[in-house]
């Protein structure tokens, strides 16, 4: 991190005379961002300072296994995806993992999926076979500080019966190395409440107004296959950035809640929170392993962002539509 400092301190022009220069304006130049303080402490000898910070270089790793991949001689998990790496320092990391499951067998059993490092689970689903032709969605989040010795992630995928077969295809890991505020709730917690319950809460104050990307993640469940559990984002009490409501295949499943947006704040408190609720008063909603991250976007060099928050469906079946489309032109470098 490059620190600099500018003052209203008179310098001097000669032994015998002294000059002051009040400047009337800045302007932030190339990676300059985060600025601390205002003009007037630059216009003024009142003993504070202006500071620019610029943003960091952050470390970014990764690793995938593309191809499907099958396991049923037993039900221990199995590496997908391993990413080994040594920090150049000491950080705060984020991390990543994406991948898509499939069952072969009747609805009786439960393919799994995990975030695994060291003897820590971050993210866990359990997902009930529903259809064996359905792909389901992996994903988890997860920051952590890292030593400066070597780290090694996995994505890990099991199958509750060796009846069955677990599939895993299209598996992905990343940690990079950005600065950003977090909340973590990781154990599991459960309601009957039909209102909505806190999970986990993020509140912080942005040092000035600017793009956020903000994603969080979490495995939900429900006591009964026929009433749902519901679960959203909001922002500030009323922005609903997502909601989706699920039905379990089974009592004992977990499935995946993920999103993420890019938001612009304001420089005052703003407060994030996962919630969960249970569609009947007679039924259980269960929810582990909840994560929210905010990380400031002028952290990248460039990013490019597209959205359509409106709900649309097909006109045909069987026929692919656009819902969002992102066009830019790319610098040569590593996208996320």
């Not at 002051?20 to 504070?48: C, E, I, K, M, R």
């Not at 519901?230 to 999103?259: C, M, N, W």
């Not at 969960?276 to 905010?294: Q, W």
């Amino acid at each position: 991190m490059v620190l600099l400092v500018a003052s209203s301190f008179p310098f001097s022009a000669q032994a015998e005379e002294t000059t002051a220069y009040y400047p009337s304006s800045y302007n932030l130049l190339g990676s300059t961002q985060f600025v601390s303080g205002s003009l007037g402490d630059l216009q003024s000898d009142d003993g504070s300072y202006l500071t620019f910070r610029s943003y960091p270089n952050y470390d970014f790793r990764y690793a995938e296994s593309l191809e499907e991949s099958s396991w049923n001689a037993d039900t221990a998990y199995q590496d997908k995806v391993v990413l080994t790496f040594t920090p150049p320092i000491p950080a705060d990391y984020i991390l990543i993992a994406t991948a898509e499951v499939q069952g072969a067998c009747e609805p009786l059993y439960d393919v799994k999926a995990r975030l695994y490092h060291d003897t820590s689970v971050y993210q866990e689903l359990i997902y009930r076979i529903e259809d064996t032709t359905d792909w389901y969605p992996f994903c988890a989040l997860k920051r952590i500080y890292l030593p400066a010795s070597p780290q090694t992630f996995k994505i890990q995928y099991a199958i509750s019966n060796t009846a069955a077969t677990a599939k895993i295809r299209n598996a992905r890991l990343y940690a990079f190395s950005l600065s950003g505020y977090y909340a973590e709730s990781e154990s599991e917690s459960s309601t009957k409440s039909t209102a909505w319950q806190d999970k986990v809460t993020l509140t912080f104050t942005p040092p000035t107004s600017g793009d956020y990307l903000i994603m969080a993640t979490a495995n939900v469940g429900g006591s009964s296959t026929s009433y749902s559990t519901l679960t959203r984002l909001v922002q500030d009490g009323s922005i609903v950035h997502a909601g989706p409501v699920k039905e379990p295949g089974a009592s004992g499943a977990r499935y995946t809640f993920g999103v993420m947006r890019k938001v612009n704040l304001d420089a005052t408190s703003h407060t994030f929170k996962i919630q969960y609720a249970s569609e009947s008063s007679s039924k259980t909603a269960y929810i582990k392993y909840a994560h929210i991250v905010a990380i400031r976007v002028d952290q990248f060099p460039n990013v490019y962002y597209a959205e359509n928050e409106g709900e649309s469906g097909p006109a045909a079946p069987n026929t692919w539509y656009d819902k969002v489309t992102n066009t830019y032109t790319a610098q040569a470098a590593d996208h996320i």
